[in-house]
């Protein structure tokens, strides 16, 4: 099993523990960022290792192929010396340098792609946990939105309970019934206190509305048609006052003749 297969084994069996003791959303995904990110790091320095061996290996490598071309070096200075014995030496220890340098570029090539891999694999992990924070934000920004309409909703149920339009009822009655009370109160105060030249002008008010309903009666007779045209209204007030004495002269003396 590969560094990312056991780190995807652990992180898969950490959420679903997580899901399953969640109780406030919020939190279990802020655990969940934060066991991301420590996988993350441990993911870093398996890379980081990595890549440490496969220089080590280009080094070996690079190394083994010197020490052939110094062989090939001595082997090339013994035959200009005419000492081929030496020179057959030097070829064979030329001979063995270059076969581990090749065995080491061949396996040093293999890590290098391996090392790509793992390279690729944190970038894409880096990638999931930074789009794992975004939609955190979303999800915690919906949970929110959703405990609101929630509390909205249950806010909504209570005062649609009859108990509680009951109350309101109440509270308006009384508050009415206390309105009223006060009325009442400052009409007695305004009637039963003061001088009596305030209630005098009162009473002359109260004459005036008076005379005010007879001007509006006789707008109504004239517009009706049952007073002249040239009828004022003092005359058909007049008129109309003696015509109520007449009315009540025969009530008093029915048959005989009016008295003057």
């Known amino acids: 099993m590969g560094i990312f297969d056991r780190l995807s084994a652990l992180f898969s069996s950490n959420i679903n523990d997580l899901i399953s003791r969640a109780e406030d959303p919020e939190k279990m995904l802020t655990q969940i960022l934060v066991d991301m990110r420590g996988q993350l790091v441990k993911a870093k320095q398996q890379v980081a290792s990595a890549i440490a061996d496969e ?41 063995e340098y270059l076969s581990h340098a090749q065995q080491l570029e061949h396996t040093w090539e293999s890590h290098r792609l391996e090392t790509e891999k793992l390279k690729n694999s944190l970038r894409d992990l880096n990638d999931k946990i930074e789009e794992a924070k ?9 949970q929110r939105r959703a405990q609101a309409q929630q509390k909205i909703a249950e806010t909504m149920s209570s005062l649609s309970e009859k108990s509680a339009f009951e109350a ?12 009223r009370q006060i009325a009442a109160t400052a009409e007695i105060d305004d009637e039963f206190s003061g001088d009596s030249l ?57 048959g005989g003749e009016k008295q003057r």
């Open 198 to 254: 305030k209630r005098d002008f009162k009473a002359l008010e109260r004459g005036s509305s008076g005379a005010s309903v007879d001007n509006q009666l006789l707008a109504l007779k004239q517009k009706m048609g049952m007073l002249g045209a040239g009828t004022t209204a003092n005359k058909a007030i007049g008129a109309g006052g003696a015509k109520d004495e007449d009315a009540h002269a025969e009530i008093e003396h029915p």
């Open 55 to 95: 220089k080590r290996l280009r080094d070996q490598a690079d190394k083994e192929y010197k020490d052939a071309a110094e062989w090939e070096q001595k082997a090339m200075l013994a035959i200009q010396s005419q000492r081929d014995d030496l020179a057959k030496q030097a070829l064979v220890r030329h001979g």
């Open 134 to 142: 975004r939609k955190k934000n979303l999800l915690v920004a919906r």
């Open 168 to 179: 309101f009822a109440r509270m308006e009655e009384r508050i009415e019934t206390n309105e």
